[in-house]
């Protein structure tokens, strides 16, 4: 009878586990009013028209108010101009990126700097979703990141005297478009990336749900070290073994094989990315205060330690593997460390096997017919799921991908069924 109620009791256990990891940053949640209206207030004011390459008057509106807000945080601010910058759909554009500096009070020649990156313009794809082509606003994809960015400089001006580096800031114009504003910088005003030793880039692929570390820069050791002084961390190295292969990149993939960095990204919910959907009706106040929670403490302690002012503070020599495991945050091995941990488990999964034969629990013929079946079942689940969903997306009107497919309708519910 119990055997019966054996697999219900698994599929309970698995979607506890599943919540549990998803909503653990949310579960201390604590409501920064102040922070979060300051966020808010920003991200109403980027979002309030689109502003992709396709709307020039309104990303000038949003550059105008980004360059007011770093100057009243007392930032050195330059715009930085680039002209007959081609777009796929073959026009040339005029883009502008925002480049801001502020100093710590005992300024030298060998002074380090963090790189703040987001990007200000909206993109100009047109809807999947709706016959009316209308386009995101950019409320999360990349208000979020703008907003973070201000409110993060805002809190860390309170501890200016303690600075040991300095910040700098790079709104760039034209992400969307093959990240040309960041090769533009790159390729032009090299002088940004002098003496930065550390980048945070923040982005969003949807706009609710934890804001996920998926990407760092390669030999992270020291990296997630740093992290680990966040508040609420959420990570795991196999999101940038996965983003790798995926076809999407960020400012932060021109950069992050230079510069030791961070890559931040809220991933819930793509039927809200890159559409009309993206706006500021649908904010999530749980998500901004994640952002900020994890980068504040990460920056804070990384301006006000001496011994970040080395050029190679976080140059480590190696990968660790980590990833989250409430309650007890992010946990970081070693590769050498997590092949023992591996190798031991096969061990005693090998031995356990050996044991249960030689006491007679099972026999030989029967355990290879009973992992035929498992072999068997799995790759007819396999093959069935990847068939449902081809048969769902042409149904959807869309090109199915095994990667990538997006804008399927009530794709959430699919999958739980």
Known sequence: ????????????????????????????????????????????????????????KERAMVRSYLTEQLQKQGAQVQLFSYDSIPTRTGDSVRITNIYARLDPKQVHDSTQYILFLAHYDSSGKTSALTPDSTYSFGAADDGYGLAVILETVRRLKQTHSEWRQGIKVLFTDLEEEHMAGMKK?????????????????????????????????????????????????????????????????????????????????????????????????????????HYLRQITPITRKYLTDPYFSAPDALQGKRDRIFFLFPPFGTLLFSITTWKIITYAIIFLFGFTLFLLRKNKYICRRSLLAKTGIVFSVTTGIIIAGTGIAYAITHLAGRVYNPILTLYVPFDGTITIG
């Not at 919540?19 to 979060?36: C, L, V």
């Not at 230079?258 to 990315?273: C, H, K, R, T, W």
Request: proline share 6%; aromatic share 14%; with cysteine.
């Open 185 to 289: 910088a790159l390729e032009r005003n090299p002088e940004i990336f002098d003496q930065v030793n550390f980048a945070i880039n923040i982005e969003a692929r949807g706009v609710k749900g934890p804001a996920l570390l998926f990407e760092t820069s390669p030999r992270n050791e020291k990296l997630m070290q740093l992290y680990r002084v966040a508040s609420d961390t959420y990570s795991y190295s196999l999101t940038s073994a996965v983003y790798r292969v995926m076809p999407n990149y960020t400012d932060f993939a021109c950069i992050r094989n230079q510069i030791p960095g961070l890559n931040f990204a809220v991933i819930d919910n793509l039927n809200y990315y890159h559409t009309e959907q993206d706006q500021f009706t649908n904010v999530s106040e749980k998500s901004l205060n």
């Open 1 to 56: 009878m119990k055997k019966k109620y054996t697999p219900f009791i698994l599929i309970f256990l698995l979607c506890v586990t599943f919540w549990i990891s998803w909503s653990y940053p949310f579960i201390k949640f604590r409501n920064d009013e102040i922070a979060t209206g300051h966020m808010l207030k920003s991200i109403e004011k980027i979002s309030h028209t689109p502003h992709s390459f396709r709307n020039p």
